[in-house]
C-alpha cells in the first residue's frame, strides 16, 4: 500500500515535471507535423516482406525482423493445376508483390510465376497456406505483372505492367469457391494505362487507383513517358470498372533515365509505389527520381522531393551515398531519394521503405522508422516490397 502510493506520487511527480520542461533543442521530430507522442499502433506491428530468390519466400515479421510465419512454395501440398504447378515451380525468382487482404486471413502475392492469393490462417493449420486463387505469369499478358489489388465482390485486379497499347489491368474472380484452374477466365480487361507498378482499392470514392505512365516507359512509342496516376470507378450495378478521362492525373515533368543507367538508355521514369497517407484523403507515388504527393480533394500534386519527406516521413535516409550521375544536358544530378521501390505508412507515424540500391532492382534490407530514428531490418535479403500487414486506416480493403 506504502509502496503503491509511493509509485503513484513518484509516476505524478515525474509526470508534472517532463511537462514543465520545454524541449532544450528544437529536434527533427519535434518540429510541427510530427505526430509526438502517439503511441505505437497495436496493429502496425506485423510487416510483410517478399523475398527474391529461387524459391522466392513471403514473410511475416516484426519490427524488429523477428519472423513469425513464412509462405514458400514447398508449403503448397494440394493438387494444382498443370500451369499453376509451373508457375510455382518455374525458375523466376520473383517476389514482387505482397498485400494483407480479407482482415489478415490472406495474402494477395505475385509469387515465381504467379499472381496469387494465399490462406494466412496460422490458428487453423488445415486451412492455412493454401493458394485460394492464381493464374500463371507464362504468358505474352502477364510475365511482367506488377500488382494485384482486390475489388468488390471478391474480384481481383491484376496489372499487366508492359509498354503496349493494349496493356493495363485484367480483372478476375477471386471467390474461394471456385476451383484453381488452367486458365482464369478474365472478366473485364481495361488497357491504356502502361507499366502500372502500384494499385490501391478506394473504398470512399469507390474506385481503383492505378499508377503508371501514358506513354510506353521503353520508349518504343517516340515521345516521353509521363508518370500518372488514373483512378477507375467501380459501378455496383454492372460490377465493372469504369475508364474516365478525368481521373487522370499527370506528373507535371517527364524525365529519362540516363541519370542511373548511363547515355541513351530508353526509359522514362515511372511510378513504382503508390501509398495512402492513413486516414486522409492524400498519395503518396515513388518513382525513380523520388516522391510526389496528390491531394484527392483539390486533385493538385501538392509536395515533392524533400517536402514530402519533411511533411510525411521525417527520419528518412538515403540508403547508400553513390545515387548520382549526368543527365541528357550533361549537368551532374544527384538524386538521393531514387528507387524508393516501396513504403508504407503507418497511422502513429511509423514509416517503412525499400529503397533498391543504386543501378540495381532490389534492395537489401527494409528500412523501419520510428519516431524518427531509422532501423536496418531483413539485413542480406534482396526485396522490392515490404508493407504493414493491416489495413490502411481510411483506405479499407473491400470486404467481400
Ligand atoms: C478482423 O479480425 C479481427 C481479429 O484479427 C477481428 O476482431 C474482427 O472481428 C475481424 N473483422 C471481420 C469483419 O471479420
Ligand atoms: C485486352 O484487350 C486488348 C484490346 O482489345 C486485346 O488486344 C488483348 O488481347 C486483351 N487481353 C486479354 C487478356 O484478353
Ligand atoms: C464469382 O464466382 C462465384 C462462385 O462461383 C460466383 O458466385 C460469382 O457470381 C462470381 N462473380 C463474378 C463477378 O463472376
Ligand atoms: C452503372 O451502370 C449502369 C448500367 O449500365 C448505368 O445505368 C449506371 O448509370 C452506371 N452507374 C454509374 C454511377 O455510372
Redesign the pocket.
Known amino acids: 500500500m506504502v509502496s503503491n502510493a509511493l509509485t503513484w506520487f513518484l509516476y505524478l511527480f515525474n509526470h508534472l515535471t517532463d511537462l514543465s520542461v520545454p524541449p532544450i533543442q528544437p529536434q527533427l521530430r519535434l518540429r510541427p507535423g510530427h505526430r509526438i507522442g502517439v503511441a505505437p499502433d497495436p496493429d502496425f506491428q506485423e510487416i510483410l516482406t517478399g523475398v527474391y530468390g529461387v524459391p522466392a519466400l513471403l514473410k511475416i515479421h516484426d519490427r524488429t525482423g523477428d519472423v513469425r510465419w513464412t509462405w514458400g512454395r514447398s508449403d503448397v501440398t494440394q493438387p494444382l493445376p498443370p500451369s499453376i504447378e509451373r508457375g510455382l515451380w518455374s525458375e523466376a525468382n520473383d517476389a514482387t508483390e505482397v498485400k494483407w487482404i480479407r482482415n489478415g486471413t490472406a495474402i494477395a502475392a505475385i509469387y515465381s510465376d504467379l499472381v496469387m492469393i494465399i490462406n494466412h490462417t496460422p490458428d487453423q493449420p488445415e486451412t492455412d497456406k493454401r493458394i485460394t486463387w492464381a493464374v500463371s505469369r507464362q504468358s505474352e499478358f502477364l510475365w511482367n505483372s506488377h500488382s494485384v489489388e482486390l475489388l468488390p465482390?471478391?474480384?481481383v485486379a491484376v496489372a499487366t505492367t508492359g509498354q503496349r497499347p493494349w496493356d493495363g489491368i485484367l480483372v478476375y474472380?477471386a471467390?474461394v469457391?471456385?476451383p484453381l484452374v488452367d486458365d482464369p477466365p478474365v472478366?473485364q480487361n481495361i488497357t491504356g494505362l502502361r507499366a502500372i507498378h502500384a494499385m490501391i482499392w478506394d473504398e470512399q470514392e469507390q474506385m481503383l487507383w492505378a499508377a503508371g505512365t501514358d506513354a510506353a516507359a521503353d520508349g518504343s512509342d517516340n515521345i516521353p513517358a509521363y508518370g500518372v496516376i488514373q483512378g477507375y470507378p467501380f459501378n455496383a450495378t454492372t460490377?465493372e470498372l469504369t475508364t474516365d478521362e478525368a481521373y487522370i492525373y499527370r506528373l507535371p515533368e517527364a524525365f529519362d533515365q540516363e541519370t542511373e543507367w548511363g547515355k541513351g538508355y530508353p526509359w522514362w521514369v515511372g511510378p513504382h509505389d503508390l501509398v495512402p497517407v492513413p486516414n486522409e484523403r492524400k498519395f503518396i507515388v515513388s518513382d525513380d527520381r523520388g516522391l510526389h504527393a496528390f491531394d484527392l480533394r483539390t486533385e493538385q500534386w501538392t509536395e515533392e522531393y524533400d517536402a514530402v519527406i519533411d511533411k510525411y516521413m521525417q527520419g528518412f535516409e538515403v540508403t547508400t551515398n553513390d545515387r548520382y550521375g549526368y543527365d541528357r544536358t550533361g549537368r551532374f544530378t544527384e538524386l538521393p531519394l531514387s528507387d524508393l521501390k516501396s513504403f508504407n505508412l503507418a497511422p502513429d507515424g511509423a514509416f517503412l521503405y525499400v529503397q533498391s540500391l543504386w543501378r540495381e532492382f532490389r534492395g537489401f534490407h527494409t528500412n523501419v522508422v520510428m519516431d524518427g530514428i531509422r532501423q536496418e531490418i531483413n539485413i542480406g535479403d534482396e526485396i522490392y516490397r515490404s508493407r504493414w500487414f493491416a489495413d490502411i486506416p481510411g483506405w479499407p480493403k473491400p470486404v467481400r
Do not use: E, M
Open positions: 465482390g471478391d474480384r474472380n471467390s469457391a471456385n472478366i460490377g
